[in-house]
């Protein structure tokens, strides 16, 4: 629950916003995390020095249920001589540590990223008589906030966030966003480490596939050549009633060729999957993937579990070779990746290494396998056969659902314990598939109409009885049950 008040306000929830000129005194009994944050945000609107703010009412440190503390909104007048329009400027407090004293974030130094290491903004374009700015952002931004704090997963510029609702609940088609560094607002020195500005962009449903097609940071830099659905600056225009593919047709050529040549840089996702080991009889639990323990799936030990997170992280440098790291035992939980050894990547899990293991989980080959995805799942496996393997690189699948995981992987991939010999491979629950590039050529012939999701009636199943493959495109339903 929050409450709408002026940053200067009175009252134990919003102190006076003290800017470089405050006085010492006050300064000084000031939460030092959010000084310096306040002191970037006067040096950019000197004019404004109390802007009006929404605040939780019971702090996230307290037990209330929004993580950030505060949400200042400025009004920025933008450069019409720049195609800059006049727009209002939202931004977080409570990402990054502001307080220092272990409340809501572990103290991990000067040097490093100061809580997560970010906080976001927003610019939504101002309305003809808007006087003062819609609040939904800020919701918006709790939204996002909850998710970083509940997954310990940090965002970096060019991801994207797939939302399936108008962002302000309205009937607009933006309904998805993507992410980037905020133009005005520097990266901040604090006393408790770095905090870098993310900046929410609003984008369209064909906009998001374009991203995941391709990679974010292009969409970004075409979505910035276009004054209208976002321009220099990228302020969202919830009016917008078009994709900038249907404002300049030609831009789809841009994309189509980017995929082409670049091929796509997401390199995994957060999935309802699942897979079956179909070369040994069903009653044949041991170390199967579909077995439970009482009524816990199987889970990924922390090795495992390190090595995807390497995979994916390594998906997104384009430039570098496509290798699977191995697995290395004296390397800690942590992700060392512009982000606190304390936070977990999105494939992590909290409990894995208690459940198996490591070094008692033998890799099997297999002979046989069915593959099972909804129909949001089903319609990336053309993204990771076209964008990914054919450019010599992988793609994984982590189920939301259970804890387990599916990587394909391209014969040019060092590292993976799929081999041409021996394609199908599992570690635990986590299955290896190494695909050819005839294979790959065949299976996206095959896999045309999962392009059109319109088209099909769930389930449907794809089977290559040479392979030995089996793939399932199965409702949602399915995936709600502990076993599939």
Known sequence: MAELRPSGAPGPSAPPAPGPSAPP??????????????????????????????????????????????????????SPSANIPEHWHYISFG??????????????????????????????????????????????MQGLARYVFQSENTFCSGDHVSWHSPLD????????????????????????????FLQIVGVCTE?????????????????????????????????????IFEIDPH????????????????????????????????????????????????????????QIRETLRRGLEINSKPVLPPINPQRQ???????????????????????????LIRTRQLESVHLKFNQESGALIPLCLRGRLLHGRHFTYKSITGDMAITFVSTGVE????????????????????????????????LEDLTSPEEFKLPKEYSWPEKKLKVSILPDVVFDTPLH
């Open 251 to 306: 831009l789809q050529e841009r994309v189509d060729k980017g995929i082409e040549t670049d091929g796509s840089n997401l390199s995994g996702v957060s999935a309802k999957c699942a897979w079956d080991d179909l070369s040994r009889p069903p009653e044949d639990d041991e170390d199967s993937r579909s077995i439970c323990i009482g009524t816990q799936p199987r889970r990924l030990s922390g090795k495992d579990t390190e």
């Open 207 to 243: 906009e998001l596939h374009a991203a995941q097609q391709w990679n974010g940071q292009g969409i970004l830099e075409l979505l910035r050549t276009v004054p209208v659905a976002g321009g220099p600056w990228l302020i969202t225009d919830m009016r917008r009633g078009e994709t």
């Open 415 to 446: 590292g993976a314990f799929a081999t041409e010999e021996h394609p199908y491979a599992a570690h635990g629950p986590w299955l290896q598939i190494l695909l050819t590039e005839e294979f790959v050529e065949k299976m996206l012939e095959d």
């Open 333 to 359: 939980n942590g992700f060392t990746h512009d982000r606190a050894p304390s936070r977990k990547d999105s494939l992590e899990s909290d409990s894995s290494t208690a459940i198996i293991p490591h070094e």
């Open 169 to 196: 609940n309205s009937e607009s088609r933006i309904q998805h966003m993507l992410l980037t560094e905020d133009p005005q607002l520097q990266p901040v020195q604090t006393p408790f480490g770095i905090v870098t």
């Open 95 to 140: 990402l990054s540590d502001l307080y220092g004293d272990s409340r809501v974030h572990e103290f991990t130094g000067t040097d490093g990223p100061s809580g997560f290491g970010f906080e976001l903004t927003f610019r939504l374009k101002r309305e003809t008589g808007e006087s003062a700015p819609p609040t939904w952002p800020a919701e918006l």
């Open 25 to 78: 005194a006050f300064a000084s009994l000031f939460p030092p995390g959010l000084h310096a944050i306040y002191g970037e945000c006067r040096r950019l609107y000197p004019d404004q020095p109390n802007p009006l703010q929404v605040t939780a009412i019971v702090k996230y440190w307290l037990g209330g249920p929004d993580p950030l503390d505060y949400v200042s909104m400025y009004r920025n007048v933008g």
